[in-house]
C-alpha cells in the first residue's frame, strides 16, 4: 500500500472546456477522493455554455483559471504551473473513483516507472447508445498489459518532472495524449492498474460519435507518420480495427468497379463479408447481450466509415494536418 503521504505531493489536473453537462459529476468526485490530492487544478478554454459558471461555483475548493488556446496548449500551460511531483490527469467527462489516486500512485514504488494509468468505465444509468460505446472500449482495456506505451488524459498521472521535458505537441490538435505517450515511454516505464478507475460519459449521439472518431482518424495518420507501425496495433488499436479500413475501402473499390463490369461485383462481395465477419468477431469478445448485435454492428459499420472520411480529409489537408 503505497504511503498516503505521497498524496500530498500530487495536483489533479483537469483542462475543460464545454462539458456542462457532466462537469459537476467530475468535480464532485474529486472532492471525494480519499486521499485527498495537495491541490485541484482546472482550466477553462472560454466555455460557452456555461461550464465555467458551474466551475466558479467551486472557487474555494480548487484553483480555477481560464486559457484561450488548444488542449495541447492548455495542458503545457498547466503544467508550467504545477510544482508538485507529480500530476494527475482527467476531463471533464469523467467521474473518478474515491480511491482512484491512491491507486494510480502505487505504480510509482516500482524502479524505472514515469507514469501509470487506469480503467476508464462506463457509468451507470446512460443511454443505450453510451452503454454500447462503453461496452467496445471497455473490452478493449481489459485486454491491458502491466506495461503500454500510452493512456488517454482522462486517467493518467506523470511525474511532473518529466512531463515538462517530453510536453505536449501544440501541432497536434487531436489524440494529443498518444502522441505524448508514445514519446514519454521513451524515458521510461508506464504502467497501467485496472483498480485506478474512471467512469466516461461517452458521446450521446451518433452524430457526436460520427465526429469524434472522424477526427481521431484524421489526426491519427499524422501519429502514423511520426511513430510508426507501433500506433497501428496496441492494446487499445486492435489488429482487427485496423483491418476494417482496408477492408471496407476495397470492398467499394471493387463495388463501384462493378459499374463497368459485374464480375467485380464477388470480389466486392467477398471483401464486405470478411469485414462483417470481423464486425462479428469484435462483438462476440464483447460478450453483450443477443439484443445488442444490430446496434453494435451499425456502431461498427458507422466507426469504420468515419475513419475513412477522416483519413481522406487528412490526406486533402495534408500540409495542414500532416506537418512536423
Not at 55 to 78: I, M
Not at 227 to 247: A, C, F, R
Not at 305 to 318: D, P, Q, R, T, Y
Request: glycine share 6%.
Amino acid at each position: 500500500m503505497m504511503p498516503t503521504s505521497i498524496l500530498k505531493n500530487v495536483t489533479v489536473f483537469v483542462a475543460v472546456l464545454n462539458k456542462k453537462d457532466t462537469i459537476k459529476n467530475c468535480v464532485d468526485s474529486l472532492l471525494k477522493l480519499d486521499p485527498a490530492p495537495a491541490r485541484i487544478m482546472i482550466i477553462d478554454g472560454y466555455s460557452k455554455d456555461g461550464t465555467y459558471e458551474i466551475l466558479e461555483q467551486y472557487k474555494d475548493k480548487l484553483d480555477l483559471f481560464q486559457f484561450p488556446e488548444g488542449l495541447s496548449a492548455t495542458l503545457n500551460w498547466g503544467l508550467d504551473r504545477i510544482d508538485t511531483e507529480l500530476t494527475a490527469m482527467t476531463d471533464g467527462d469523467c467521474r473518478v473513483a474515491p480511491d482512484w489516486l491512491a491507486e494510480l500512485v502505487k505504480g510509482f514504488a516500482e524502479e524505472g516507472v514515469i507514469a501509470t494509468a487506469g480503467h476508464c468505465g462506463t457509468p451507470q444509468g446512460l443511454s443505450f447508445l453510451q452503454t454500447i460505446i462503453g461496452l467496445e472500449v471497455e473490452n478493449r482495456w481489459n485486454r491491458s498489459p502491466k506495461y503500454i506505451n500510452r493512456a488517454p488524459e482522462m486517467n493518467l498521472c506523470l511525474k511532473t518532472e518529466v512531463a515538462k521535458k517530453v510536453r505536449f505537441n501544440e501541432k497536434q490538435m487531436v489524440a494529443v495524449d498518444s502522441d505524448f505517450g508514445y514519446r514519454l515511454t521513451k524515458l521510461g516505464k508506464m504502467t497501467y492498474n485496472p483498480a485506478a478507475k474512471v467512469f466516461h460519459y461517452h458521446r450521446s449521439s451518433l452524430k457526436g460519435f460520427y465526429k469524434q472518431q472522424k477526427n481521431f482518424a484524421k489526426w491519427h495518420l499524422r501519429i502514423l507518420m511520426q511513430h510508426g507501425s507501433k500506433t497501428i496495433s496496441d492494446h487499445m488499436s486492435t489488429p482487427s480495427m485496423t483491418l476494417q479500413v482496408p477492408v471496407f475501402s476495397l470492398g467499394l473499390l471493387f463495388f463501384l468497379a462493378s459499374v463497368f463490369s459485374k464480375s467485380f461485383l464477388y470480389p466486392a462481395l467477398a471483401f464486405f463479408l470478411i469485414l462483417l465477419a470481423i464486425y462479428f468477431k469484435n462483438i462476440i469478445e464483447i460478450k453483450p447481450p443477443l439484443s445488442y448485435y444490430p446496434a453494435l454492428l451499425g456502431l461498427f459499420a458507422l466507426r469504420t466509415v468515419s475513419w475513412i472520411m477522416g483519413i481522406a480529409e487528412a490526406l486533402l489537408l495534408f500540409p495542414v494536418v500532416l506537418r512536423k
